[in-house]
């Protein structure tokens, strides 16, 4: 009850920075599973358009990816807190990736290249920069 | 003119509480458990001060449930971050108050 009483030192405020800079340190960990999805929207592209382009394989190859990221997700479920902005840069990269995707870098390479392994691995590293800025942001805001 | 002191915010104002808020300050949100480890509280002692700041409007609490295990997560509402933002200008203005005053008092009993 007394520390209820007592008013804010210049002690308390210092305490309170350190506090703060230690949380923004703790939430970090959201730039890595940002990176982390950005090398899993790219694999899952080159995969699905350039090496298993057709038929049953493509099928297998979604499969493949979608248990790939089951280990990164259970990881992210653990963690004890999320920097601030994690949803929102999430939620837009990903809106970025797959209208990009949808609308126009998949027609375009898929027109021009068919299935190239060079041309998607080139057009999925270009989709992917979303998330790396996402992850560049929230590395500033963690720091 | 009254002090600035004056418009130090009470719910705030508690070291603890304080303590709470610069800790969710740069999150999202964070889990009950995280909070109270980091602010080095028991469990009824956060809650008690998490209630405060509930009240005041500060503070958002949910509750999810993972698998079996059933969370809890803090996060600041967007008044509690503009009250903190107001505390601290507040805080500064007094620290700044202080200093000005401690100068002109230096000032005036130096030899001239």
Redesign the interface.
Request: aromatic fraction near 4%; glycine fraction near 6%.
């Given at each position: 009850m007394a520390?209820?009483a007592?008013?804010?030192?210049p002690g308390?405020?210092a305490?309170?920075?350190r506090?703060?800079a230690?949380?923004?340190a703790?939430?970090r960990w959201y730039v890595w599973y940002l990176a982390a999805v950005a090398v899993l929207s790219a694999a899952l592209v080159v995969a699905v358009e350039a090496f298993f382009a057709d038929g049953f394989a493509r099928h297998l190859a979604l499969a493949g990816w979608l248990l790939a990221t089951l280990p990164v997700t259970w990881w992210a479920?653990r963690r004890?807190?999320?920097?601030?902005?994690?949803?929102r840069s999430l939620t837009v990269a990903a809106a970025v990736w797959f209208l990009g995707y949808l609308l126009l870098v998949g027609p375009l390479v898929r027109w021009q290249f068919d299935t190239s392994p060079a041309a998607w691995s080139l057009a999925a590293a270009g989709m992917s920069l979303p998330f790396a800025a996402a992850a560049a942001l929230m590395w500033r805001?963690?720091r | 003119m009254s002090h600035p002191r004056r418009e130090l915010d009470q719910v705030i104002?508690?070291?603890?509480r304080?303590?709470i808020?610069?800790?969710?300050?740069?999150?999202?949100?964070?889990?009950f458990?995280?909070v109270r480890d980091?602010?080095e509280l028991s469990d009824s002692s956060l809650s008690q001060h998490v209630t405060t700041l509930e009240r005041a409007g500060y503070l958002k609490v949910d509750k999810a449930r993972?698998g079996r295990r059933a969370r809890t997560w803090l996060s600041l509402t967007p008044e509690g971050r503009r009250a903190f933002r107001r505390h601290m200008e507040v805080?500064n203005r007094i620290a700044a108050a202080g200093a000005d005053g401690a100068a002109a008092a230096g000032g005036d009993a130096a030899p001239g």
């Open positions: 520390e209820e007592r008013p804010l030192s308390d405020v305490r309170a920075e506090l703060r230690r949380a923004a703790d939430g479920e004890r807190v999320r920097p601030r902005g994690a949803t805001r963690t | 104002h508690s070291p603890v304080f303590s808020v610069a800790t969710l300050l740069p999150l999202e949100q964070a889990e458990g995280y980091t602010v993972a805080l």
